[in-house]
Structure formats: structure tokens, C-alpha cells
């Protein structure tokens, strides 16, 4: 069966950097498209950053990211990744990596056929 497991949170300073990945398994990762999103306590879910297939480099961001975050890919590993600098406070929250049978990524959550567990970033100010 298919399983996205995230790993790579933690605890970090504000200013701070992580990596997150997400191990695919189960799937052909390649032909997926591939999402980050997070969740914070008492807040809805919300888009980070996707990543296509299609057509190589294709990424997008969601506005509070842009310019601090960077999302990859190593198809050969299937994995994705999240590189996240200068972080903030709140970028605190749960992060869900997630994949859809499409060709580009979405920023909508309903859109992804495959979510992972989570993994929990902490950033103190």
C-alpha cells in the first residue's frame, strides 16, 4: 500500500533552518505530483509549497513562504523535500507532506490522493 512518511521536524530558533523529507513508498513516485502543507493548533490546513512532474522545476508557494522555503524532489530516492530558512514563529504547526496522481501540484488539499502521518515543527522566538 502506498505510505508518505515525513520526518526532519523539530524544535528550532526563530531564524533557524530544517529540512523536512518525505519518503514515498508504494507508488510510482515519479508520475506524482507532490505537496507540503501544515497545520496549526486551531487553524485550518494550509498549502506550503507543490512540486510537479510534468515538467521539471515547476514549483509553487504559498504566499507566506515564498522566498524562505524551498521544495524538491530526488526521484530516485522518492522523496520529497522541504528546505526552510529564516524561520518564524509561526511557521509552527504540523507539517503533512502529501501526493496526487496529477501532473502539477495543487494548493488545494482535496486534490492529493496520498497524505503522510505529519511531523511537528517548533520555531521559538
Known amino acids: 500500500q502506498v505510505q508518505l512518511v515525513e520526518s526532519g521536524g523539530g524544535l528550532v530558533q526563530a531564524g533557524g533552518s530544517l529540512r523536512l523529507s518525505c519518503a514515498a513508498s508504494g507508488l510510482t513516485f515519479s508520475t506524482y505530483a507532490m505537496g507540503w502543507f501544515r497545520q496549526a493548533p486551531g487553524k485550518e490546513r494550509e498549502f506550503v509549497a507543490g512540486?510537479?512532474?510534468?515538467?521539471?522545476?515547476?514549483?509553487s508557494y504559498g504566499d507566506s513562504v515564498k522566498g524562505r522555503f524551498t521544495i524538491s524532489r530526488d526521484n530516485a530516492k522518492n522523496t520529497a523535500y522541504l528546505r526552510m530558512n529564516s524561520l518564524k514563529p509561526e511557521d509552527t504547526a504540523v507539517y503533512y507532506c502529501a501526493a496526487a496522481r496529477k501532473p502539477y501540484s495543487s494548493t488545494y488539499g482535496a486534490d492529493y490522493d496520498y497524505w503522510g502521518q505529519g511531523t511537528q515543527v517548533t520555531v521559538s522566538s
Open positions: 512540486i510537479s512532474w510534468f515538467t521539471v522545476g515547476s514549483t
